[in-house]
């Protein structure tokens, strides 16, 4: 064989292995094509809350739909719609279990009418704890468990997660400030869960609006008087146009919290991954809406009195101590005849007897330190 001849079969081997690497190489990139191909499209769920798009609590539950997407890399998408655009808001809790959305955002005392026992989580004084304490019950203390079973038993198709722990709510607003139980005999007032039971008892004539009815209704004198949360959404949904008296501090829900759920064979469905970024975004929404409630709230409860006029005065003792009374009959009257309604209650007392102590024990007196530093520039409310 000349040289030639040799150098150019070598060559020709060369090619040859050259070529059958990069065969090789592209029937890897075949087989690994169709899973880029087929890889599944981000899931999509459908939510709605029972908020106005305008109030803040709309916001709490976009804020709690964007950790969800960011935290999956876009792997789950929740768009959130507000109150109305599917169901009404009372009708949220029947719309997620039937699977007309995939999940919600509201408050239990809703869904008050389902169970009365579902409105130990919302209503009331909670035996004094904040709503902070009510989730450490709730996760800790056997409330998550104890409301699987209440759902179990009203057929509810959901999973729920609470979140969002939220300061006490003021008694509410009026035309002239309230000094003693008898102003609220025959007044028409809005509130909802076992408030409904708790003021009617007070001799109130009580109509249970979704949020974003209770300032028309006033308008249009339907209601004499009404409570809804916060400075923030009151301020939003325009308390103070048609009332210039807010009574601050009040037992009816002194410790309520915002509920997260989704259809229930929609979420058994989700990979373990995606459960549990969906667990720990409930989390972190929670602490963020109470850092976010402590700048907004404080923000629109100064302005209000300093832009829109509202005048703030602190709901007198004697109106304090007639609802814990009045609650007292209540609740004995609701678990007369509902063993859950009286176990939840039970569960709830046991872990406030300790947690209560510990706190109150342990913690200072914040207006001390208050009126120390401020108190001259900013005193309390006024006494009605």
């Keep these: 064989m000349k040289k030639g001849d040799k150098e150019s079969n070598q060559s020709a081997a060369g090619r040859r292995k050259f070529l059958g ?11 690994a094509f169709p899973m880029i191909a087929n890889a599944q499209t981000p899931k999509q769920m459908r939510f709605q ?22 935290m999956t ?43 009365s026992a579902i409105a130990l989580w919302t209503s009331g004084p909670a035996f004094g704890m904040d709503a902070n304490m009510v989730l450490a019950w709730h996760k800790y203390g056997g409330g998550k468990q104890l409301l699987a079973e209440l759902y179990n038993g009203i057929g509810a198709n959901v999973v729920s997660f609470l979140t969002g722990p939220m300061p006490t709510q003021p008694l509410g607003w009026f035309k002239k400030p309230i000094s003693k139980v008898e102003d609220l005999k025959g007044m028409k007032f809005r509130t909802n869960g076992l408030a409904i039971d708790l003021f009617t008892a007070m001799g109130a004539a009580v109509n249970a609006l979704p949020g974003g009815e209770i300032v028309p209704a006033m308008d249009r004198g339907l209601l004499d008087g009404a409570e809804f949360n916060n400075a923030s959404s009151d301020r939003l ?11 601050l501090q009040s037992f009816h829900q002194s410790s309520e919290t915002f509920e997260i759920t989704f259809n229930k064979t ?29 700048d907004r709230y404080s923000k629109d409860y100064r302005d ?15 109106i304090l101590q007639q609802q814990l009374a009045i609650w007292d009959q209540v609740v004995a009257k609701k678990g007369a005849d509902n063993p859950l309604f009286k176990k939840v209650e039970a569960s709830m007392r046991a872990f406030a007897e300790r947690a209560m102590k510990w706190d109150m024990d342990t913690n200072n007196p914040r207006r001390m ?16």
């Design 266 to 294: 929609k979420y058994d469905a989700l990979p373990a991954k995606m459960k549990s970024v969906i667990e720990n975004a409930v989390e972190a929404a929670s602490s963020d809406m109470s850092w976010k409630a402590v």
């Design 21 to 31: 690497s990069a065969a090789a190489g592209t029937a890897g990139a075949t087989l």
């Design 73 to 115: 890399g876009g792997e789950l998408k929740i768009e959130v719609l507000p109150a109305g655009a599917v169901v009404p808001a009372f009708g949220l809790l029947d719309a997620v279990s039937k699977g007309t959305l995939d999940g919600g955002h509201g408050v239990m005392g809703y869904n008050y009418g389902k169970q």
């Design 304 to 318: 209000m009195q300093a832009k829109d006029g509202v005048k703030f005065y602190k709901t007198p003792d004697a």
């Design 49 to 70: 809350s029972t908020w106005p798009s305008k109030d803040i609590f709309h916001e709490y539950a976009l804020d709690f739909a964007k950790k969800v997407n960011d």
């Design 369 to 384: 330190a208050y009126n120390h530093y401020f108190g001259r520039k900013a005193p309390p409310p006024k006494k009605a």
């Design 237 to 247: 949904l325009g308390f103070p146009d048609v009332s210039k008296i807010c009574m």
